[in-house]
């Protein structure tokens, strides 16, 4: 009970010095918003900003799964050679340390529209920490549990499968939970960088729009948007994790003691 409780009431507590700071010095609403104004434009503007989120949501979560998906697979590659390992590794690290906010514009030049170029920023930011990870929880495998499968004359396909993969699990979860928020965050820079407008964009143009005119309430609905949404991802990918390994490994069990 306290798990919930104490955050609840830490953010009600929050909430309440928002509205009183608001109201008592008599803030105006384009300067700053009281959270019953942001949650009433949440409602008003709730035919605007659906649509927004929709967009923002589809290309997060197709970044996320093609990260899911590449960032495994090659991960596996990675692992099954070493010169492979020296030769992909260094291209994978530079798409990492290169500020997206740099890529974007190129990226808009050579993809054939601004949807594609958004997935694929968001997809660069998501891939490695989900590679990262997987590729440093292959390599921990216990290597007394490696010699008794080479001992018994397993196949390299039967280690992988039932030896590598399970054990590097825990790492692979972790990987996941940080490429599902950094899915989110570059969905959004992504769309700054671009610049996107009119029908068919996401959230980030929303909040540029209240901006512009400034629309200080709309603006923090969607903001407020964005944090359950990034809540959620976190919420969902923090069960997945949960789910395949409380039977099982230590990060998960519950002590007896």
């Known amino acids: 009970m306290l798990r919930i409780l104490v955050p609840v009431i830490a953010l009600a507590t929050g909430i309440m010095i928002w509205h ?7 803030v105006p609403r384009y300067i700053l918003p009281s959270p019953f104004d942001a949650v009433t434009a949440l409602i008003t503007d709730w035919g605007t900003l659906w649509p927004a989120l929709t967009v923002t949501l589809r290309i997060t979560f197709m970044a996320l799964f093609l990260a899911l998906v590449g960032g495994v697979a090659l991960a596996i590659i990675l692992v099954q050679s070493r010169w492979i390992e020296l030769a992909l590794y260094p291209f994978a690290v530079i798409l990492q340390v290169t500020p997206m906010i740099a890529v974007a514009p190129l990226l808009l030049i050579y993809s054939p529209d601004t949807q594609t170029a958004l997935l694929i920023c968001s997809f660069i930011v998501a891939f490695f920490p989900i590679l990262s990870n997987m590729t440093q929880g292959l390599k921990s495998v216990d290597h007394n549990l490696l010699n008794l499968f080479e001992l018994y004359g397993a196949r390299s396909w039967q280690t992988l499968l039932f030896l590598k993969i399970p054990a590097s699990m825990p790492y692979f979860m972790a990987g996941l939970r940080i490429g599902g928020g950094l899915a989110l965050i570059a969905a959004v820079v992504a769309e700054f960088a671009a610049g996107s407008a009119g029908q068919g964009s996401g959230l980030a143009f929303r909040l540029l729009e209240s901006q512009f005119r400034l629309n200080l309430p709309r603006l923090f609905a969607a903001l407020i948007l964005l944090c359950c949404t990034g809540i959620a991802i976190f919420a969902l990918t923090s069960f997945v994790s949960w789910l395949t ?5 230590e990060s998960a069990l519950k002590r007896e003691n």
Do not use: D, G, I, S
């Open 20 to 26: 009183w700071a608001v109201v008592a010095n008599e």
């Open 245 to 249: 390994l409380h039977r099982w490994h």
